[in-house]
């Protein structure tokens, strides 16, 4: 059987979105901050990074915030969310057409993201491009001022 494309994973719900009960986990409550989870699809998470202008930057852990508001969830998962913003960059360096600017969607605390296209120095350059400057502390990368670039999810 052929590996399915990152398009392919992109457009594959897979059941998604659904919200996990975590009553009777408290470990998980008391790490995620809630009883209701929810696991969005990774389209979701393509039209948010998809929003993010020119001269800003979105974290995921905002992404997951916006998810899970629109849900009416307490919190949304944070390994899926890392999986599919990963699928999110790989389907639009696939694509010839409809590309997003997945290189704005950045780790916590402004940290670029190894996994994406062609890596740190990937993201590093198309930052730049767009006027951010990005510095290195020990092996990670991090865009500075990250905070004041911030895009408003809920006015996009």
């Known amino acids: 059987m052929a590996r399915k494309t990152y398009n392919e994973k992109l457009h594959n719900a897979n059941g998604l979105p659904k919200i996990e009960d ?12 809630g ?14 990074m998809s929003l993010i202008p020119k001269g800003q930057v979105i974290t995921i852990d ?23 913003a ?9 694509r010839d057409n409809d590309k997003i600017p997945y290189w704005r969607t950045l780790k916590t605390k402004g940290e670029l993201n190894e996994k994406y296209p062609d890596g740190i120095d990937g993201q590093k350059a198309l930052l ?14 991090f865009v500075e ?3 004041e ?3 408003d ?3 996009l």
């Open 22 to 33: 975590l009553t009777g986990k408290p470990e998980a409550i008391a790490r995620l901050g």
């Open 35 to 48: 009883t209701k989870m929810l696991v969005a699809p990774p389209l979701q998470y393509n039209e948010l």
């Open 62 to 84: 905002r992404i997951r915030t916006m998810l899970a508001v629109r849900a009416g969830a307490d919190v949304t998962c944070p390994l899926t969310a890392g999986i599919f």
């Open 86 to 94: 990963n699928i999110c960059a790989h389907a639009s360096a696939e």
């Open 128 to 141: 730049e491009a767009e006027g951010h400057t990005v510095t290195q502390k020990g092996k990670r990368y």
């Open 145 to 147: 001022g990250y905070e």
């Open 149 to 151: 670039k911030l895009a």
């Open 153 to 155: 999810l809920a006015s």
